[in-house]
């Protein structure tokens, strides 16, 4: 039989919203490995990497040039026949890394009820039936929105932010502000709900506001970020400070002039996360990415339901109808990751202070480990897992093998790990640090590590 372990062939995604020519990451890990039709241009964005076997971009095996769908369906054992069974014969997750040089639309994504309805309803603008978790590691310094703010921010700046109270409405504002106060920081169940649905009802009313009041809105609220510096907004939230959201807000505008997202970001929490920081969104939780270069992993989908930062198709009705409406500060959006117990540090690693951490979000369908070797000859032993892996190299040159197989690995190199094979990782390099990354399915539990969750 075959040894488990192929060298991929990636695609990358050209969207307005990428990084340029070279400096992106997702397009020079693409261009790592050898391809007829892929070149950088340095005039073009490039945004997305996938590793994985969605059929709109399918990752294929560097040697055979057959897709890794193809693959997987045709021999059940590389994924293991529990998995191929549960999730059709396709991979459980999409492995991607995103370059971010402008912001993405305010989004979120269905959970698998709603996405099965809004498939069936508009398989344009919704391609297929999956929900759509998602996880996100920094590689490079990061921000963007995740999540709503805790609720007395909210309140703070509508008090503080006339544009964003009169887009709101008054009446909306004062009702929000009369239902949480008090209550905003509550645990009891029937506070919560209330707090939600009062969240609901303020934020549906911005983003259902007049076209025309959304535009002479945002020429105020730019006026002032401008003349206002530190004051802006109030002085800011307890989370962000007055010239931080200011600076935002110019941003933003420069990015998408006028548009209803400079001030959605008062209900938002605005996230920055340094490399190998993370956060977890479950289905229904909105949020928008604003810059930087990212590891992203997903159950594999491709549902986007729109609001604002964006020319595409925006579905208000749909996105104001779904959401959790869930609030929490900064802190609780943050993921908290663990070392990872299912791998062996050789000594020349141990000695180097090498790593394996997980990153292990409250589902099934994926978890991410990431190991950092730090000396030449540094080794990473992986136990078998009952499911299928993908790494990827960050940093760094080594080798990977799986029994007798051995493949060099360099930055963008991407491999597929059958299930139930041990995988070895060294650094064959000189001082520099050798990093992967390792999407996996376990269904067997391992993939929860030691208090591996959020």
């Given at each position: 039989m075959q040894v488990p372990l192929m060298r991929l062939?990636?695609?990358?995604?050209?969207?307005?919203?990428?990084?340029?020519?070279?400096?992106?990451?997702?397009?020079?890990?693409?261009?790592?490995?050898?391809s007829n039709d892929f070149s950088i241009e340095e005039e073009?964005?490039?945004?997305?990497?996938?590793?994985?076997?969605?059929?709109?971009?399918?990752?294929?095996?560097?040697?055979?040039?057959?897709?890794?769908?193809?693959?997987?369906?045709?021999?059940?054992?590389?994924?293991?026949?529990?998995?191929?069974k549960k999730y059709g014969e396709k991979l459980p997750f999409l492995f991607k890394v995103l370059s971010i040089r402008k912001a993405l639309s305010i989004q979120a994504h269905p959970n698998k009820k709603l996405a099965e309805q809004l498939h069936a309803k508009d398989s344009k603008n919704y391609?297929?039936?999956?929900?759509?978790?998602?996880?996100?590691?920094?590689?490079?310094?990061?921000?963007?929105?995740?999540?709503?703010?805790?609720?007395a921010e909210i309140s703070h700046f509508l008090q503080t932010v006339p544009s964003f109270r009169n887009l709101v409405g008054d009446s909306a504002a004062k009702e929000f502000e009369s239902l949480v106060k008090g209550r905003e920081t509550s645990d009891d169940k029937d506070d919560m709900q209330k707090n939600k649905k009062g969240l609901q009802h303020a934020f549906s009313a911005l983003m259902n506001a007049d076209k025309d009041a959304i535009a002479s809105a945002a020429q105020e609220l730019v006026e002032s970020a401008k003349k206002d510096g530190e004051k802006f907004a109030g002085g800011g939230g307890p989370s962000n400070g007055g010239r931080e959201l200011a600076d935002l807000v110019i941003r933003l505008n420069g990015q998408f002039e006028g548009d209803i997202g400079l001030h959605v970001l008062f209900f938002l929490n605005y996230v920055k996360l340094e490399p190998g920081e993370a956060m977890f969104l479950k289905a229904d939780d909105i949020h928008a990415y604003l810059s930087g270069d990212i590891i992203e992993c997903m159950a594999s989908s491709d549902n986007v339901v729109r609001a604002g930062f964006t020319p595409k198709y925006k579905d208000v009705p749909t996105l104001t109808s779904m959401l959790t409406y869930s609030y929490a500060p900064i802190s609780e959006q943050k993921m908290h990751p663990t070392d990872y117990p299912y791998v062996t540090l050789s000594s020349t690693a141990y000695s180097s202070n090498s790593s394996?951490?997980?990153?292990?979000?409250?589902i099934e369908e994926f978890s991410v480990v990431k190991t950092d070797l730090k000396k030449k000859g540094a080794k990473a032993t992986f136990e078998p897992v009952a499911g299928p892996s993908i790494f990827i190299c960050t940093q760094g040159e080594g080798k990977i093998s799986v029994g007798p197989k051995e493949e060099s690995v360099k930055a963008g190199y991407v491999y597929f790990v059958g299930a139930t094979a041990e995988a070895v990782l060294e650094s064959t390099g000189?001082?520099?640090?050798?990093?992967?990354f390792k999407a996996f399915c376990d269904l067997n539990g391992k993939e929860e590590g030691k208090n591996g969750k959020l």
């Open positions: 062939q990636c695609g990358v995604n050209s969207y307005d919203w990428g990084k340029v020519g070279k400096e992106s990451a997702a397009a020079k890990f693409a261009s790592a490995t050898p073009k964005p490039y945004a997305e990497l996938w590793m994985g076997t969605h059929p709109s971009l399918p990752s294929r095996d560097l040697e055979t040039q057959r897709t890794l769908l193809d693959m997987v369906q045709d021999n059940q054992a590389l994924m293991s026949t529990e998995i191929s391609p297929d039936d999956n929900h759509k978790p998602e996880m996100t590691i920094a590689i490079t310094p990061f921000d963007g929105f995740c999540g709503f703010r805790p609720l394996s951490i997980l990153y292990d979000p409250p000189g001082d520099g640090e050798f990093v992967t």
